[in-house]
């Protein structure tokens, strides 16, 4: 029982709430317009703010119900393996979503999704840096690049030191994911948030 909510966990992430909110609402394929991401930023940038919150809020809710019904229907195992196999399984999903032919987004708002039923304190901290990151920057991916550095710190911090595995695989996992926008950084030609949509 307990694999099958690990597969449906992934199934969960594995939605593509970017391509359908886009194209229902827009009619615009964010596969294949701006960074040719599906995820939140991109959404925002061709469609318009609201579209990309609304995305925000799909892909975070599509990796915090899982995770959390996992902790609710297995509590036994609740600081076991599952939450935490729950979260990588709808992390990946997201990234690697059979919907889009395996391809997906980058993984940051459904990688804080699954983070939310675990320890909110450290996450939250985590979030802050990003968002200081980011008002300071203007770039979204130093930001989120920030967010899962200084997780493993937040959970050692908080004494959450069991979710510090998770979070060191879901580093690795965002730093692969970013790793043309990490080239970008280094050569100074990674696009601000504040500038233009095109």
């Known amino acids: 029982m307990e694999i099958l909510w690990v597969i449906f966990s992934f199934l969960c992430g594995a939605i593509p709430f970017a391509v359908v909110i886009a ?12 960074s040719k991401n599906p995820g939140t930023t991109n959404v925002a940038r061709l469609c318009g703010l609201p579209y990309g919150i609304a995305t925000l809020i799909c892909d975070i809710l599509k990796g915090t119900l899982p995770v959390y019904f996992s902790m609710i229907i297995f509590p036994a195992t609740e600081y076991a393996w599952l939450p ?22 980058k993984g940051v708002a459904t ?27 203007g770039f979204v991916s130093a930001g989120a690049l920030t967010l899962y550095i ?14 510090i595995p998770l979070s060191i695989i879901m580093l690795i996992t965002v730093i692969w994911t970013h790793k043309a926008n990490i080239q970008r950084l280094l050569k100074g030609e990674e696009k601000s948030w504040r500038k233009s949509k095109n």
Do not use: M, N, Q
Request: glycine share 12%; hydrophobic share 45%.
């Open 150 to 163: 200084t997780l493993p710190f937040c959970y050692y911090f908080y004494g959450a030191s069991h979710w």
């Open 111 to 137: 990688g804080i999704g699954v983070l939310i039923p675990l320890s909110f304190l450290p996450l939250i901290t985590s979030v802050i840096f990003c968002v200081i990151i980011i008002a300071l920057t």
């Open 84 to 105: 935490s196999a729950c979260a990588f399984a709808s992390f990946i999903g997201h990234i690697k979503s059979p919907f889009l032919g395996f391809h997906g987004g």
């Open 23 to 34: 194209k229902v609402c827009k009619g615009i394929d964010p596969r294949k317009e701006g």
